[in-house]
């Protein structure tokens, strides 16, 4: 199995990025899913989570209303779209399935990926 975040680059404050997280060995629909985050000389935090029938959606506090994710059963991947980036966002950002009890805790998840670098700045 294995987990592949994309889509990170570098952006200003306000601009908009879209992450995905492609699956193989994997299929994406039968596992919940959550996006994390680590910024330089921070603990991991958990960002989103899907639930796998996709009916229920979490967001850390600091980006509701700012990031949506969302799941492409098809494509097996899943996809955070970030609008109005602010430079606090600025994270390597993972991706990781299983069926966790509380969703963003990283160790719970059964399978993670590598990370892909967000940079916001001016």
């Known amino acids: 199995v294995q987990l592949q975040a994309s889509g990170g680059g570098s952006v200003q404050p306000g601009n908009s990025l879209r992450l995905s997280c492609a699956a193989s060995g994997l299929t994406f629909q039968y596992y919940a899913v959550g996006w994390f985050r680590q910024a330089p000389g921070k603990a991991r935090e958990g960002v989103s989570y899907?639930?796998?029938?996709?009916?229920?959606?979490f967001y850390a506090n600091s980006v509701k209303g700012r990031f949506t994710i969302s799941r492409d059963s098809a494509e097996n991947r899943v996809y955070l779209l970030m609008d109005s980036l602010k430079p606090e966002d600025t994270a390597v950002y993972y991706c990781?399935?299983?069926?966790?009890?509380?969703?963003?805790?990283?160790?719970?998840?059964?399978?993670w990926g590598q990370g892909t670098l967000v940079t916001v700045s001016s």
């Open positions: 990781a399935a299983g069926f966790p009890t509380v969703w963003a805790v990283w160790d719970e998840y059964d399978y």
């Open positions: 899907i639930s796998t029938s996709d009916a229920t959606t």
